[in-house]
């Protein structure tokens, strides 16, 4: 079964760090990009960041640049997410998800790649509070 | 970066009712767009890629089409387990943004 289980999340103070992970299996997880998005309590999905397969490319949204950090060791199947300098704003409910390269051809046969988010985790709650 | 604006925010609907979803690009994004749906406490699930191309398992009544700026999302036969929370996001380009999500509710 392919699977993605997120752990970490917890209470931190202003100003502290926490370290999110995510253990993948049933799949074959060095083939995939990966992606962490986040919930605010009663808000909308944030995507936050990616990484390439290798771990040679990362992006970010501009929110957390400069203090959030996306990692990977393929030799264990995990994903993480180093979040330092937590802020209120940074409170919420962390996803991690599978960068899928779905396969699809337009009216003239030709072949083009849409990367989605086909699994997801069930998500880790991290709470930044005094 | 692209920036989607997602409408309405949220609707009231019946059990049978088609129901239209529409979410705009702040630039033309081609057919880069999915969208997903959210249950409460669950986390999203893809239904529709490539602006127009249902995700495998996904029930037929959902349907998406649109390319550019301009897409839309139809659930063409509203069934209980449709009421939730569906957001657009698009794949073109970094930073990845979700559009603010649309409530179906029960009417």
């Known amino acids: 079964e392919v699977q993605l289980v997120e752990s970490g999340g917890g209470l931190v103070q202003p100003g502290g760090s926490l370290r999110l992970s995510c253990a993948a299996s049933?799949?074959?997880?060095?083939?995939?990009?990966m992606t962490w998005a986040r919930q605010a309590p009663g808000k909308g999905l944030e995507w936050v960041a990616n990484?390439?397969?290798?771990?040679?490319?990362?992006y970010y949204v501009d929110s957390v640049k400069g203090r959030f950090t996306i990692s990977r060791d393929n030799a264990k199947n995990s994903l993480f997410l180093q979040m330092n300098s937590l802020r209120a704003e940074d409170t919420a409910v962390y996803y991690c998800?599978?960068?899928?390269?779905?396969?699809?051809?337009?009216?003239?046969?030709?072949?083009?790649?849409?990367?989605?988010?086909?699994?997801w985790g069930q998500g880790t709650t991290v709470t930044v509070s005094s | 970066a692209t920036q989607m604006t997602q409408s309405p925010s949220s609707l009231s609907a019946s059990v049978g009712d088609r129901v239209t979803i529409t979410c705009r690009a702040s630039q033309d994004i081609g057919s880069d767009l999915g969208w997903y749906q959210q249950k409460p406490g669950k986390a999203p699930q893809l239904l529709i890629y490539?602006?127009?191309h249902l995700h495998g398992g996904v029930p037929s009544r959902f349907s998406g089409s649109g390319s550019g700026t301009d897409f839309t999302l139809t659930i063409s036969s509203l069934q209980p387990e449709d009421f939730a929370t569906y957001y657009c996001?698009?794949?073109?380009?970094?930073?990845?943004?979700f559009g603010q999500g649309t409530k179906v509710e029960i009417k």
């Open positions: 996001l698009h794949d073109y380009d970094y930073p990845r943004t």
């Open positions: 998800a599978r960068v899928d390269p779905l396969q699809y051809f337009d009216w003239f046969g030709s072949s083009y790649y849409f990367y989605a988010l086909d699994v």
């Open positions: 990484i390439k397969q290798d771990g040679s490319e990362k």
């Open positions: 049933g799949f074959s997880f060095n083939t995939y990009w």
């Open positions: 490539a602006a127009s």
